[in-house]
């Protein structure tokens, strides 16, 4: 490793650490304080470059901390003690990993002489989270604490990003040293690709403009990579259909005529039969995971040529075989693409292109997503379409618990801009959907945030109302309140023999006299005459969180749905 510049003064473990964070440009400080970090907290106090936040459970620091990375390309950042304070944090970690979103996690960890010993709090910090981070480290003396810090950020930033976590011995926080602040670290064992083969390139290029069926599929890394203009361009300049997975929702504008809809387990028809259809497949930033392609052996049965584009080649060639692997950053090979396409004078077959729009027009035509519009009961795809309608015009920011409501915030919410979609695509984590909203309105003060949520996966970090009252963080709340774990029943009515065992949401609280003890304003809605009107007041409150209470039909499923281990056309529809 070379170092680069610094700054020699003797300060202690914890000055380091705040010292560190504050040359890493760190806004906010997700945490939750404990004996193993008091001298950390100490220094905070001293200090009003990095804001802490003060959540209500560790979990919470860590989606808050994710959501912000999340929405402003920059490394979150979170602070929490030994022992169950770390273990606390886990499913935020993991959340966190299964995204690629970049997260530094700072731990507390019991005296160096302690360690092994059973000491109160311990906890193999390192060890617990090893599965669940890009990489980790316990520091042992205090001389290495700042470069640890400085390639904590490195690493969780760059090639594929994810959360990093650094364990730090109390002992070692308070122990001295000189401090010295490298501006920059290079690691032997840690070289990302970025730039992608011009000549890997060029051949995908042919391949694109040889096809008669062609497809253009993404995912969530055009968004964190950045590229969602230099997809638009490409996909306007060849005039393919686009489809992102749902973490590349805004990754390429929901309303632009080529944009097919979501794919996999409850995406479009159309964008399901496109993808199992095309003949010429371009990847970018997505891994054909379980929930995109179902059974990769269904897949296979049609004959195509994939092009995968991907800043970590270990996601090439994972689940399905790839015909030409690019490995790079997505934006630069976009850009490389579209150089080369611009440079060149061949384009694609205009009458193969269209007749290929005309099938997807077929598929189009089945209306997928059409739902019940003159129901007595409030439908939960009304209340999303509205919520659309209302604050498309906003600067605007929707964040998502895990279920049924964040599909059909998926499939009637409109994003047109990356960044604007915050949601747990890869470990499906119910709760993170209020803390991600905190996240992301300190984030953006001055923007608009709604969380999207079921009355069971608020419940799982409900106590993250008090944080925004303490906070002053205005996010509105469409809780779609159906009193069931609507994916879960959904699943035991399709596949257990409408068996609903557990599901059912039993003894749940007032949610309005709920928010309202937290000092906020609760709304209760059962009528689908009342939707709009409640959702106008909510949203013409700037300066408070509103909890919306929709009480929505009980039996609606979420539609299409490809049952799992099953092929993309062997879709449920209505």
């Not at 039969?273 to 003949?279: G, H, R, S, T």
């Not at 692997?325 to 440079?343: F, H, K």
């Not at 408070?544 to 529809?573: A, C, R, W, Y």
């Amino acid at each position: 490793m070379e170092l680069t510049a610094g700054v020699t003064t003797e300060l202690s473990g914890a000055e380091i650490t705040m010292r560190c964070l504050q040359a890493e440009g760190v806004e906010f400080l997700f945490g939750y304080p404990g004996g193993a970090v008091l001298p950390l907290y100490d220094e905070i106090f001293k200090q009003e470059k990095v804001k802490h936040i003060l959540v209500r459970h560790e979990q919470a620091a860590v989606h808050a901390a994710d959501a912000y990375a999340r929405s402003t390309e920059k490394v979150g950042a979170v602070l929490v003690t030994s022992g169950p304070g770390v273990t606390n944090a886990v499913t935020g970690i993991a959340t966190a990993y299964m995204d690629s979103i970049p997260v530094v996690i700072i731990s507390g960890q019991v005296p160096t002489h302690a360690i092994g010993q059973d000491a109160f709090q311990e906890v193999d910090a390192v060890g617990v989270t090893r599965p669940c981070v890009k990489h980790n480290f316990l520091v042992k003396d205090v001389k290495d604490l700042a470069v640890t810090m400085k390639k904590a950020f490195y690493l969780a930033a760059t090639g594929r990003p994810g959360p990093v976590l650094v364990d730090i011995p109390k002992d070692v926080q308070t122990a001295k040293t000189n401090f010295f602040y490298p501006q920059s670290v290079s690691m032997r064992s840690y070289n990302p690709v970025v730039k992608g083969h011009s000549g890997q390139i060029r051949k995908a290029l042919q391949l694109l403009l040889e096809a008669k069926r062609p497809m253009i599929y993404t995912g969530g890394g055009v968004v964190l990579g950045n590229a969602a203009a230099e997809l638009l361009h490409l996909v306007h300049a060849l005039g393919f259909p686009c489809t992102n997975t749902l973490m590349g929702l805004g990754g390429y504008p929901a309303t632009d005529p080529q944009f097919v809809g979501m794919l996999g387990m409850h995406g479009t028809f159309e964008a399901n039969m496109a993808m199992q259809n095309c003949d010429v497949l371009l990847a970018i930033g997505a891994r054909f995971d379980d929930r995109v392609i179902g059974n990769p052996k269904h897949f296979f049965q049609e004959d195509r040529k994939i092009i995968h584009v991907d800043i970590d080649p270990s996601s090439i060639s994972k689940r399905v075989r790839v015909d030409v692997p690019i490995v790079g950053d997505v934006r630069e090979v976009l850009q490389e693409m579209n150089r080369q396409l611009a440079a060149g004078k061949e384009r694609p077959d205009p009458v193969a292109v269209k007749t290929w729009w005309d099938q997807i027009g077929v598929w189009k035509g089945r209306d997928c997503l059409k739902y019940d519009r003159n129901s007595k009961i409030i439908k939960p795809q009304s209340v999303v379409e509205k919520l659309y309608e209302l604050t498309k015009d906003m600067d605007m920011y929707v964040t998502s618990d895990v279920g049924q409501h964040q599909m059909w915030a998926a499939q009637f919410y409109k994003f047109n801009k990356p960044r604007r979609w915050i949601n747990s695509g890869g470990l499906g984590t119910m709760g993170v959907g209020l803390p991600y909203a905190l996240g992301v309105q300190l984030a953006h003060p001055d923007a608009t945030v709604a969380c999207v949520t079921g009355e069971a996966s608020i419940q799982m970090c409900i106590q993250e109302l008090s944080t925004a009252k303490q906070y002053r963080l205005p996010v509105k709340i469409v809780n779609l309140n159906n009193r069931y774990m609507g994916m879960v029943r959904q699943w035991q009515e399709f596949f257990h023999g409408n068996r609903y065992a557990e599901s059912y949401m039993d003894a749940l609280p007032d949610f309005v006299k709920l928010t309202e003890s937290y000092g906020h304003v609760g709304m209760r809605i059962d009528k689908p005459e009342d939707v709009e009107p409640a959702l106008r007041e909510a949203f013409s409150r700037k300066n408070d969180l509103v909890f919306m209470d929709f009480i929505t039909d009980q039996t609606e499923n979420v539609f299409p749905m490809v049952p799992g281990g099953k092929g993309l056309s062997e879709m449920i529809l209505v």
